[in-house]
């Protein structure tokens, strides 16, 4: 088998860890009314990494936050994997958020008065789960905080804050892990750090991440990026660097500015 055709296949065999199907998002009611998404079609494959892109008030955290089922669609469906979330009562919501999803917010979120590994462990300790140590151990060596354990987390800093949501956001083995501007409370190098956890989660513990950004190079960590306008989905690149997401960026830039003239 020569490697054009293992790689269609491997392209047909990899599955949606999550996708949402004609979504529709909107928020307030006659003049008011304001369309977040606007019938998106989105497909975000298991074990990859997926960064959603737009300029602001695109629909782009919308998205995620229908996708991850922290919000509701107004219209149409969101999966995870087979499960369509809009039919789940709220109870059965919260269970697959907290048994299915892992989450990962610009807010690091972590409890003050915990230490590192109480908060890496508190989604399995909220559910009355048990901790596997072993995979515990490998959390913890992936994000290089073995020395900092004992430690609270106003004795980390904002990098090191961050590893450790997003050790909590891993803990679970979700089957994804959402990230909402994960790297906008840092600076460059410590960006650079989680950003290279998330792509280190994908490559060697096979995680599903799908992450909002508002930064090309941050993007050019992913393995795809889908990029969203006034809430539609109108573009998507595939082994993205950040050189490449910058140019898309500004192509969309200069329609916006050739459509307001002509308007």
Same mark, same amino acid.
């Given at each position: 088998?020569n490697?054009?055709?293992?790689?269609?296949?491997?392209?047909?065999?990899?599955?949606?860890a999550?996708?949402?199907?004609?979504a529709?998002?909107?928020?307030?009611?006659?003049?008011?009314?304001?369309?977040?998404l606007n019938?998106?079609?989105?497909?975000?494959?298991?074990?990859?990494?997926?960064?959603?892109?737009?300029?602001?008030?695109?629909?782009?955290?919308t998205?995620?936050?229908?996708? /991850?089922g922290?919000?509701?669609?107004?219209?149409?469906?969101?999966?995870?994997?087979?499960?369509?979330?809009?039919?789940?009562?709220?109870?059965?919501?919260?269970?697959?958020?907290?048994?299915?999803?892992?989450?990962?917010?610009?807010?690091?979120?972590l409890?003050?008065?915990?230490t590192?590994?109480?908060?890496?462990?508190?989604?399995?300790?909220?559910?009355?789960?048990?901790?596997?140590?072993?995979?515990l151990?490998?959390l913890?060596?992936?994000?290089?905080?073995?020395?900092?354990?004992?430690?609270?987390?106003?004795?980390?800093?904002?990098?090191?804050?961050?590893?450790?949501?997003?050790a909590?956001?891993?803990?679970?083995?979700?089957?994804?892990?959402? /990230?909402?501007?994960?790297?906008?409370n840092?600076?460059?190098?410590?960006?650079?750090e989680?950003?290279?956890?998330?792509?280190?989660?994908?490559?060697?513990?096979?995680?599903?991440?799908?992450?909002?950004?508002?930064?090309?190079?941050?993007?050019?960590h992913?393995?795809?990026?889908?990029?969203?306008?006034?809430?539609?989905?109108?573009?998507?690149?595939q082994?993205?660097?950040?050189?490449?997401?910058?140019?898309?960026?500004?192509?969309?830039?200069?329609?916006?500015?050739?459509?307001?003239?002509?308007?």
């Open positions: 088998m490697g054009t055709e293992f790689d269609l296949m491997e392209a047909v065999e990899v599955r949606p999550a996708r949402v199907e004609e529709v998002k909107i928020y307030g009611l006659g003049a008011t009314e304001v369309r977040a019938h998106v079609s989105v497909e975000f494959p298991a074990e990859r990494f997926t960064a959603i892109m737009g300029p602001s008030g695109s629909g782009k955290s998205l995620l936050h229908c996708a /991850a922290l919000d509701s669609l107004t219209a149409g469906s969101a999966y995870l994997g087979d499960t369509e979330l809009g039919s789940l009562p709220d109870r059965k919501l919260t269970l697959l958020r907290r048994e299915r999803i892992g989450f990962v917010f610009q807010a690091f979120n409890v003050p008065t915990l590192v590994r109480e908060n890496i462990t508190l989604p399995l300790d909220l559910a009355g789960s048990r901790v596997d140590t072993d995979w151990t490998t913890i060596d992936v994000v290089g905080l073995g020395d900092r354990l004992a430690h609270r987390p106003t004795e980390l800093s904002g990098g090191q804050q961050q590893r450790v949501a997003v909590r956001a891993l803990v679970s083995r979700p089957e994804v892990v959402f /990230a909402d501007e994960p790297t906008g840092l600076d460059s190098r410590s960006g650079a989680v950003l290279g956890l998330l792509r280190r989660a994908v490559d060697e513990i096979r995680q599903s991440v799908v992450m909002v950004t508002h930064d090309p190079t941050a993007a050019g992913a393995d795809q990026v889908v990029f969203l306008a006034d809430g539609k989905l109108v573009d998507t690149m082994q993205p660097t950040a050189d490449r997401v910058l140019d898309r960026m500004k192509e969309f830039d200069n329609r916006v500015a050739t459509v307001g003239r002509r308007g």
